[in-house]
């Protein structure tokens, strides 16, 4: 795992976003495409900003969606499908944008998903980190074991007053209980991970990714095991480590 500590939220958007894009360069140097994961939540939109300004051939990109609520709409205000669509995917126009519908059957579009990314290996993964921990919507204590791609998991207290607090949601009650994510082993597959985690409210959460034992009571700590791991704070959210 690599740490790179910006002054600014501003600033790490910038340098995620580069480091993003060459990524994707050379995968698409390489074969002529590229696929990537694409994350949602306030942690990204610095990051989202800086991306859709780079000059790439988003048409042969193919992008897969991290993590959505369950029974929730593409209209409502806390979608993440309306989140990326406004943020990037009509922004960039890539050749395919594989949303994840919250809307379907949930083991139906377990499914699906499951089969479909099957075939387009992984070359970037833009994720972040939640205030308990979380990596995509895999809550404290994730799955760190099953193989499958996306499954439906609880969203705990911690969890849904993030969202609370981050103004998607406002109430408590209306924040929904459950949601489909990308599981830990999918994330894992990818050949880069590009993990952007800005503010002052997750530097506990970034001190115990760094510092902690991997564990599934610290879901974000298995980033440590993944080879190419590129994780940007500013530094409000690196303010409780040291020696970085």
Known sequence: MEIIISDTK????????QAG???IREAIKARGEANIIVA????????????????????????????EYIGINEQHPASFRKYLKERFADLVLPKTFNYVNGDSDPYQ?????????????????FVGIGE????????????????????VVE?????????????????????PKQAISMSIKQILKSKFIICSVPDQ????????TVTC????????????????????????AASLLKNF
């Open 40 to 67: 949602t939540g306030a942690s990204q939109f610095e990051m989202l900003q800086e991306l859709v300004k780079e000059e790439l051939n988003w048409s042969v990109v193919t992008a897969f969606h991290l993590d």
């Open 21 to 23: 894009a060459l990524l």
């Open 132 to 151: 308990n921990g979380h990596l995509a919507f895999n809550d404290p204590p994730a799955d760190f074991e099953t193989e499958e791609a996306y499954l």
């Open 213 to 236: 034992e991997i564990s599934p009571e610290h879901p974000a700590s298995i980033l440590r095991n993944h080879p190419n791991t590129m994780v940007y704070l500013d530094k409000d």
């Open 109 to 125: 579009e377990c499914q699906r998903l499951d089969k479909l990314i099957q075939s387009f290996p992984i070359d970037v993964a």
């Open 10 to 17: 501003q600033e790490l958007g910038l340098k995620a976003a």
């Open 155 to 175: 969203l705990n207290e911690a969890c849904r007053k993030q969202q609370l607090g981050e103004g998607w949601f406002k109430t408590l009650e209306q924040v």
């Open 201 to 208: 409210r997750k530097a506990q959460a970034v001190f115990d």
